[in-house]
């Protein structure tokens, strides 16, 4: 063990889900190790411990496990269960943290960012419960990170993880696991494979695009071996170190090639996509995209059709951004229903105290009381389970869906790489004058209210502030404006645009058009395309 002197690093406080950076950046000695004896020191030490070590593939995934093996060696870890050839999902790696009672895990990925040596890396560590670090224990490692005077690592050779074995470096025990084997175990235990399986193999079509990342491998594990799905149906299925050139984030703006196939002449009855690390997930019926708020409230309506929830659900959580429209739900079914920050930590404590047993977020993440994080896969099972019961195509049961509770049209402007200066601007703007928007009017809309979200948490009563503005309007409509903690270059703000239609005549609107008003509200609030220069958002989904 080598103990080697180096200091303080500006640029290593997470973001909403772990840090991310440039992959250059963390390629540059001793950045990464720096930040991994941060987490280490900042978690109390891993002496003794267990940890779960995996990545999406993406480009230096591998160099980096093997230099955080060799840091944990060195930092006197008992044992690394780490996936074969340094692969795991997201949802996978939460799965082994809890099947094994393990001391928590780092998951390398930057998530539905662009991969490759000149775009995105990323690293977080996940808490013994299989979740995300939860605000307090982040806080403690970035206290670290501003007080490291040296890190620990081994002077030992590379360790082969090409095959499923158990070995040594020095006295830590080394656990080479199938990335697949498990949770494809925990996904039997969930849901109704047969009914599936029977489903996959009559006349209805799927298909499922792996964006050239990590849940290929289990989306065809799962699909065309275990439940018999034609091969074929898991489309760009092969991980690659820079996703093929793509941007692996599962909507319809980077997911071409699934909604050219689903708005083809002979389209298949149901699509879905997967991100880059396998916890977002894209819900397409023939000829319709389902935005995640959407799907969330169609999974909470009919969740019952998987044996996991049919002893039903407790209640239900949403990021603060998601709409309402699984409020309404819960509301006909008298579930709890709470209203969380942005990030799947805040659902951890929910999900572990049994309030809740499904969680969502608009920026397409879905997920149960199964494992700690977002699942895009079993959000997908869950689809197919429903449909399998219900005997309808997603069509009619979005329609049925609006019909019974309301249309709650929805809609995110992304404005990407804007100066940080000038983002900062625009939001500070924003929060000054929230106090006299109540009364006014902005796109014709009169505004009902306004504030700064804040969450207290109502199992360990923590509070979390600054988490977006809310601007409430008559209409039934809601504007959310809301600087993203995902990117890795200049700022991103997300203005999320919602609006209630219960007239059943109006349930089929294109949802640009059904928010025209909102969306003028949010500029004439804002000024971002005038502040900005920009004639319409980078992204709109």
């Not at 977080?124 to 490692?141: D, F, L, Q, R, S």
């Not at 697949?180 to 029977?198: C, G, H, N, S, V």
């Not at 699984?326 to 209203?339: I, N, P």
């Not at 502030?465 to 600087?483: H, P, Y």
């Amino acid at each position: 063990m080598t103990m080697i002197p180096t200091s303080p690093i500006v640029g290593q406080k997470p973001g909403t889900s772990g840090l991310r950076k440039k992959t250059r950046v963390f390629m540059e000695t001793p950045f990464l190790q720096n930040y991994v004896q941060s987490i280490f020191n900042g978690i109390g030490g891993i002496e003794g411990k267990t940890l779960v070590l995996g990545g999406d593939g993406r480009y230096f995934n591998t160099e980096a496990i093997q230099i955080i093996m060799k840091m944990a060696a060195a930092n006197g870890a008992k044992k690394v269960i780490v996936g074969q050839n340094g692969l795991l999902s997201t949802p996978a790696a939460s799965h082994l943290i809890r099947m094994h009672k393990s001391d928590g895990g780092l998951i390398l990925s930057a998530s539905h960012n662009p991969g490759g040596i000149d775009a995105d890396f990323g690293l977080k560590y996940n808490m013994p419960n299989g979740g995300p670090a939860v605000e307090a224990v982040t806080a403690k490692i970035v206290q670290a990170t501003e007080a490291i005077d040296y890190y620990k690592i081994t002077d030992a050779s590379d360790i082969d993880l090409a095959e499923i074995r158990q070995t040594t470096l020095g006295d830590m025990k080394i656990d080479v696991v199938s990335p697949t084997d498990d949770y494809i175990e925990m996904m039997a235990q969930l849901f109704d494979l047969d009914e599936i399986k029977r489903l996959l193999k009559s006349d209805f079509r799927m298909v499922f695009d792996a964006m050239h990342a990590v849940t290929g491998p289990y989306a065809k594990a799962l699909l065309e071996d275990h439940l018999g799905a034609p091969a074929g149906t898991v489309i760009n299925a092969t991980p690659s170190l820079d996703f093929n050139k793509g941007h692996p984030d599962p909507n319809p703006v980077w997911a071409t090639e699934l909604m050219g196939l689903m708005t083809g002449d002979t389209p298949p009855d149901f699509g879905a996509a997967s991100d880059g690390d396998g916890d977002r997930n894209m819900i397409v019926g023939t000829n319709m995209y389902i935005s995640p708020s959407d799907s969330l409230a169609v999974l909470a309506a009919h969740a019952e059709a998987a044996p996991a929830f049919r002893d039903g659900l407790v209640g239900v959580a949403r990021s603060m951004p998601t709409s309402s429209a699984v409020d309404r739900v819960a509301a006909a079914k008298g579930l709890k229903c709470f209203e969380t920050p942005t990030g799947w930590k805040f659902f951890g404590n929910l999900l572990d105290a049994g309030e809740v047993r499904l969680c969502g977020e608009e920026s397409a993440g879905t997920g149960g009381d199964h494992v700690r994080e977002k699942d895009g896969l079993w959000a997908v099972m869950l689809w197919l389970n429903i449909l399998s019961k219900t005997k309808s195509s997603v069509p009619d049961l979005m329609s049925n869906h609006w019909k019974t509770y309301g249309r709650n049209y929805y809609s995110r402007h992304d404005y990407e790489a804007i100066p940080t200066e000038t983002a900062d601007g625009i939001m500070g703007v924003l929060r000054g004058k929230l106090g006299v928007l109540p009364g006014q009017s902005f796109g014709g809309l009169r505004v009902i209210s306004a504030d700064e979200f804040a969450y207290d948490d109502p199992i360990d009563h923590s509070r979390s502030t600054g988490q977006g503005l809310r601007i409430s309007l008559e209409d039934d409509a809601r504007i959310v404006f809301r600087l993203s903690g995902t990117g890795t270059e200049g700022a991103t703000i997300r203005v999320y645009l919602e609006r209630l239609e219960l007239d059943h005549a109006k349930l089929s609107l294109d949802p640009q058009i059904a928010l025209s008003a909102v969306i003028e509200a949010a500029e004439d609030l804002s000024g971002i395309k005038s502040r900005t220069g920009r004639q319409a958002p980078n992204v709109i989904t």
